[in-house]
């Protein structure tokens, strides 16, 4: 199996720039009219909460990845509410930048729930996944 090796600051900055990357993703989703969006996606009770849950874990896992590989001596569980902290804070500036597109409502607190229960699923998951990331790192 081919397995690619970086260092570790290699590997936050990779981690960062893909924070970046979800960050800028999020934002231009939430930037479409509402008349062009699929209106069986809300007919579902629970699949826009569903969407904005794994959204947002994956913004959480990633978070805290990249804060545990930049700041290797920071205690763990730190970096994990840092990371919950930034993702739902990032929920906010979304529900808020919906308020501006046409055809959005934007502001709901049960969207924002759903960002910041996905926050932590994701930092969480971090505890499982961190030890195979590790492995990617070369060491002198």
Known sequence: MFVVRMTSRLLAG?????????????????????????????????ADKFIHFIAFALGGWVAAAALRFSFPSLPVTRAILTAIVLVAAFGVVDETWQTS??????????????????????????????????RLITRP
Not at 17 to 37: K, Q, R, Y
Not at 104 to 113: A, L, P
């Open 14 to 46: 990779l981690l960062w720039s893909v924070l970046l990357g979800w960050g800028a993703g999020i934002l231009s989703v939430s930037s479409v009219n509402g008349e062009f969006l699929p209106s069986a996606l809300f007919s579902l009770t629970f």
């Open 101 to 134: 597109t046409p055809g959005r409502m934007g502001g709901d607190q049960y969207d924002w729930i759903a960002d910041f229960l996905g926050g932590i699923a994701g930092a969480l998951l971090t505890l499982r996944t961190h030890a195979r990331l590790e």
